[in-house]
């Protein structure tokens, strides 16, 4: 089954009102807070590594605006 980009980005809205998402989000969310101690990093290694790490949470933490956004423009230009 192919799916539309409208129905993929419906879906996935779907998803962000599951209980198990918004469980992994809190979890994210903690991790975050975990990871913005300077304290832990000890090389420039520890600093790209959690350069990578918050990129990733950032990534997640801004997906559900992000499709929100993705599907508004869709429709915006299915309307004209």
Request: glycine fraction near 6%; proline fraction near 0%.
């Amino acid at each position: 089954m192919i799916k539309t980009d409208e129905k993929f980005l419906e879906d996935r809205l779907e998803m962000f009102e599951a209980h198990g998402w918004l469980d992994f989000i809190e979890d994210i969310k903690n991790l975050e807070e975990g990871i913005g101690n300077l304290d832990n990093i000890n090389s420039e290694q520890d600093l790209w590594f959690t350069k990578g790490q918050l990129r990733l949470i950032n990534f997640i933490l801004s997906l559900e605006n992000a499709t929100n956004l993705a599907l508004e423009e869709l429709q915006d230009g299915n309307s004209t």
